[in-house]
């Protein structure tokens, strides 16, 4: 087995474990795949599923199992192959006569952890194994991906977060022979330890506050019981949302989004020498010299541009939280950078696909990139004691140890 993939396996298999018992898990792992895709392939080979109602309209059927040992780099496995009584059924993925799994093994492990699209893996399986499976077949060999997907959005979650980002990122879906703009809300949060967790994505129509208070609503009922930082963009009716459902929850709009909408407004030849004035603002030491920062922008820029100065005074409370915290938390609380760089992940596997043929394909790619950006958030944030010692200071010890 890859060792790469066998050490990503491990950590998820617990500590405290030896390779051994690593070895006896894949290999039941490995056979139990096995066995779900022959069924799979059966399944396709007769045109219907074992107890099928409609299963009487066919003249094959199944005939039982035959029994065999097969050969794979975790040892031994032995399989039961299923049977039909015309006697016409020939896997694919262990042909007859064949007693060795060679390399598939690490990717059928793959497969039944992360999932693929239905054409990435016909093509692979055939260019790198030679091995042919219809669409039908890998569709729906990749569907088992789906109860993975509502274990991840229904897990329990743990009671307090330190901070939590939220942000959505838009796709186009196929829908009642239209293409139309669907948005992805993804939250991530810092938890107890100092580690960044993708808390669950909710796929809708419209980014709205609305749906954002639905989302807000869902953290909470999955074990969620208080937020200190929320992080977001400055979709309006956001921030009382939050506050609505977490009512101690300081908020930080992104300066990243406020800076972006105000340089819609620019013209080029003047968007460097805005940008850092706007600059100047945020980099200021203190709330106090920020305003000042602000006043001197808006004498300077109002005239040719009065809409900036005026959005940034209208939600200056939401930017500014900011200040309240030292240089390391501010860092990483001003901005969504964060989900804004699980985005990117997310475009780089739909890059080749200019729209989605429906809403389980989108939840589909997205947790695949989800889990991907995943394994490498396995150390605590730089300076996680010192950033610990502020929040403490900050909000009390008895509320940044919340336990149940």
């Given amino acids: 087995m890859d060792e790469e993939l066998k050490q990503r396996i491990l950590?998820?298999?617990?500590?405290?474990?030896?390779?051994?018992?690593?070895?006896?898990?894949?290999?039941?792992?490995l056979k139990e795949g096995i066995q779900q895709m022959l069924k799979l392939e059966m399944d396709e080979h007769l045109g219907y599923e074992k107890h099928a109602p409609e299963s009487v309209q066919f003249e094959n059927s199944r005939n039982g199992k035959s029994r065999k040992t097969i050969k794979s780099k975790s040892g031994a496995l032995e399989i039961e192959v299923p049977r039909d009584r015309q006697g016409s059924f020939e896997p694919v993925l262990v042909p007859k006569r064949k007693r060795v799994l060679d390399d598939i093994e690490d990717h059928i492990l793959s497969l039944y952890t992360y999932g693929m699209s239905t054409r990435d893996i016909e093509s692979h399986m055939k260019e790198i194994y030679g091995?042919?499976?219809?669409?039908?077949?890998?569709?729906?060999?990749?569907?088992?991906?789906?109860?993975?997907?509502?274990?991840?959005?229904?897990?329990?979650?743990?009671?307090?977060?330190?901070?939590?980002?939220?942000?959505?990122?838009?796709?186009?879906?196929?829908?009642?022979?239209?293409?139309?703009?669907?948005?992805?809300?993804?939250?991530?949060?810092?938890?107890?330890?100092?580690?960044?967790?993708?808390?669950?994505?909710?796929?809708?129509?419209?980014?709205?506050?609305?749906?954002?208070?639905?989302?807000?609503?869902?953290?909470?009922?999955?074990?969620?019981?208080?937020?200190?930082?929320?992080?977001?963009?400055?979709?309006?009716?956001?921030?009382?949302?939050?506050?609505?459902?977490?009512?101690?929850?300081?908020?930080?709009v992104c300066i990243v989004h406020q800076l972006r909408n105000s340089l819609k407004f620019v013209v080029w030849k003047d968007k460097k020498a805005v940008v850092s004035a706007l600059q100047a603002i945020y980099n200021a030491p203190d709330r106090e010299s920020a305003y000042r920062y602000l006043e001197t922008f808006d004498q300077s820029w109002s005239k040719k541009y009065p809409y900036i100065a005026k959005s940034w005074m209208a939600n200056w409370d939401n930017l500014t939280t900011f200040f309240e915290f030292p240089a390391e938390i501010r860092k990483i609380m001003y901005t969504t950078n964060i989900i804004e760089n699980l985005n990117r992940l997310i475009r780089k596997y739909t890059k080749t696909k200019s729209m989605l043929p429906n809403d389980q394909a989108v939840e589909k790619v997205v947790y695949l990139a989800l889990m991907q950006a995943s394994k490498k958030w396995t150390m605590p944030a730089r300076n996680w004691p010192l950033m610990l010692t502020q929040f403490i200071n900050k909000f009390g010890e008895e509320r940044c140890n919340l336990k149940i």
């Fill in 11 to 29: 950590e998820k298999f617990g500590k405290g474990h030896s390779y051994k018992e690593l070895d006896n898990f894949l290999s039941e792992v």
């Fill in 131 to 252: 091995l042919t499976f219809s669409e039908a077949s890998i569709s729906n060999i990749t569907d088992k991906i789906i109860d993975h997907i509502e274990a991840f959005k229904t897990r329990r979650l743990d009671p307090l977060y330190y901070i939590v980002w939220m942000d959505a990122i838009v796709f186009k879906v196929r829908q009642d022979g239209k293409v139309i703009d669907k948005a992805v809300q993804i939250a991530v949060g810092l938890n107890e330890h100092g580690k960044k967790e993708v808390l669950g994505m909710w796929l809708c129509q419209n980014e709205s506050a609305a749906f954002w208070m639905q989302v807000l609503t869902t953290l909470k009922a999955r074990g969620v019981q208080d937020i200190l930082i929320t992080a977001t963009d400055n979709l309006k009716g956001f921030t009382e949302a939050i506050t609505s459902v977490f009512p101690l929850a300081l908020t930080q």
